[in-house]
């Protein structure tokens, strides 16, 4: 029995289909029956049930997912240790962050660990809250910083900083800034700005708002845009109002381009979540940067 081996059976039981696991390890798919094969006769077991129309694992290769599992991560785990064993912190780390993580927390993060840590460089990819933990689920990302919690089950979330949603006007004395106003008397009157499917703000703050009665289908939607930073700008231009993040708008609040609308009841506070895949041994530099993060914010990990 080799790692091939188990690899093999691992993908094709994941992926429901031998041509994929092939595609996946950059085999051949002849090559990939062989090594469920060689397996099964090495074991004296049929694994996969092959006959019917959608593949399945025999009660054997079940009990086999769950050590070939083991056996996996025992083997990145050992490859990580003796790899942390050089002392030399050096290498990449990839990182995908929904919009309000990418633009204004992530780069003073990373310029303040690169300081400590001049040999680990990052690669940043912007996408939204669903395509991030989509990214970390896949391994196709280290770690993800999300502005929500998702239902993925192979995602761990933990709570790094604290935010909150805020609704901005443009600051053109179209609004009072002394006037506590109802949300339904702005958003199914005025322009709103929304942001696309898939954002973690999206998500939060349509979930506050029909708990607060407000028919989201009564919303006056004037454009859906893919990130924070075109909304700030089109606010300011008179677009319309929008519900953003206040560590995106404080800086043009402050500037008086923009004004935060005063509610007669306040948006909650929200969370921004460091999003790891639980069920990998993770690389000891991201266990580095992640330990950075917490220290850097007094949190439990």
Known sequence: MDFRQIEAFIKVVELSSFSKAADEMHIS?????????????????????????????TLAGERFLEQAKKIMSLKQETIEKIKTLSEDVCGEIRILASSVPALYIIP?????FHELNPKISFVVKQADTSEVVQG??????????????????????????????????????????????????????CGFISRDLGSGTRMQYEKILSERG???DMVNICASMDNTH??????????????????????????????????????????????????????????????FIYEKYCLVR
């Open 136 to 189: 970390v689920a896949a391994h196709n990302t280290d770690i993800g910083f999300a502005g929500s919690i998702t239902g993925d089950k192979k995602c761990d979330f933990f709570e790094f900083l604290n935010d909150r949603l805020v609704l901005i006007a443009p600051n053109d004395g179209s609004f009072s800034e002394h006037k506590a106003y109802s949300p339904e008397e702005l958003l199914y009157t």
């Open 230 to 291: 075109s909304i700030l700008v089109a606010v300011a231009n008179g677009l319309g109002i929008s519900i953003v993040s206040e560590l995106a708008a404080r800086q043009m609040i402050e500037q008086k381009v923009l004004l935060q609308i005063k509610l007669t009841t306040e948006l909650p506070e929200r969370k921004i979540y460091v999003v790891l895949n639980k069920n990998i041994i993770h690389s000891h530099l991201v266990d580095l940067f992640v330990d």
């Open 29 to 57: 798919q002849p090559s990939v029956s062989v090594y469920i094969n060689s397996l099964e006769k090495e074991l004296d077991s049929v694994l996969i049930n092959r006959s019917t129309k959608a593949m399945s694992t």
């Open 108 to 112: 003073r993060l990373l310029a303040e």
């Open 214 to 216: 407000v028919a989201l």
